[in-house]
Nanobody
């Protein structure tokens, strides 16, 4: 069983940066990925970024590429999503999740509770 806890959300202004953390307990399979996904009000949950659990390969959505960075921390069971040049349309609840998928939310098996990010214009 794997548990995930996100932190770091908050209210920021457009153009600001924010870093989210995901602390993972348990033992994800090395073939799995840890993904960051988000859900805005009235919208479907969407993929943002992911990192392989067993190696540092990363993946990004088109909207995240160039502005967001996903990385493992020095404490290996912590993964960060570093977000810069934030826009009001980045406002959403951000979730971290692990599973054997990539961009499809249904491919992730374990989820955190989410952390709210609000970007004001």
């Amino acid at each position: 069983h794997v548990q995930l806890v996100e932190s770091g959300g908050g209210l920021v202004q457009a153009g600001d940066s924010l870093t989210l953390s995901c602390e993972v307990s348990g033992r994800p399979f090395t073939s799995w990925r840890l993904g960051w996904l988000r859900q805005a009000p009235g919208k479907e949950r969407e993929f943002v970024a992911a990192i392989n659990w067993g190696n540092p390969a990363t993946y990004y959505s088109a909207t995240a590429k160039g502005r967001f960075t996903v990385r493992r921390g020095n404490v290996k069971n912590t993964v960060y999503l570093e977000m810069s040049s934030l826009k009001p349309e980045d406002t959403a609840v951000y979730f971290c999740a692990v599973g054997d998928g990539y961009s499809a939310p249904s491919s992730y098996r374990y989820w955190g509770q989410g952390t709210q990010v609000t970007v004001s214009s």
